[in-house]
């Protein structure tokens, strides 16, 4: 009975991580204001007027860059508890660091060899 408890919390924070986002999307679908027009319902970008066909491609190069951006940005917040903490680690944490730091090297080499980052 005891486990049950302890997961009982679990379902609270489940159902409440449900609630938060999804209550605002509710509210805002039953009360928010509705004025379709002709104007709103233009394609626009950036505020601007299409002129012309608006199926554009782009190069896979920029989806190249911003993943890589974005896997390296953010495998940076990781590392900053771990520098933060460096002189409070043990030996397994600190090889944990630098394997984790060897892995971010590795694939970035990886990128470079397959000129994922250079534009052509």
């Not at 660091?97 to 000129?115: E, H, P, Q, S, V």
Request: glycine share 6%; hydrophobic share 60%.
């Amino acid at each position: 009975m005891n486990v049950l408890n302890e997961w009982a919390f679990v379902g609270i924070f489940i159902a409440i991580a449900w609630v938060f986002p999804a209550l605002p999307i509710i509210i805002a679908r039953f009360f928010g204001p509705k004025k379709p027009n002709a104007i709103k319902l233009m394609t626009y970008e950036s505020g601007v007027e299409t002129v012309g066909d608006t199926w554009v491609q782009f190069k896979i190069q920029y989806y190249l860059y911003g993943l890589v951006f974005l896997i390296f940005d953010v495998e940076m917040v990781f590392l900053f508890p771990w520098a933060v903490a460096y002189n409070e680690l043990n030996f397994f944490a600190f090889g944990a660091g630098l394997l984790f730091i060897f892995l971010l090297t590795d694939a970035l080499i990886y990128a470079w060899r397959k000129n994922a980052l250079e534009w052509s």
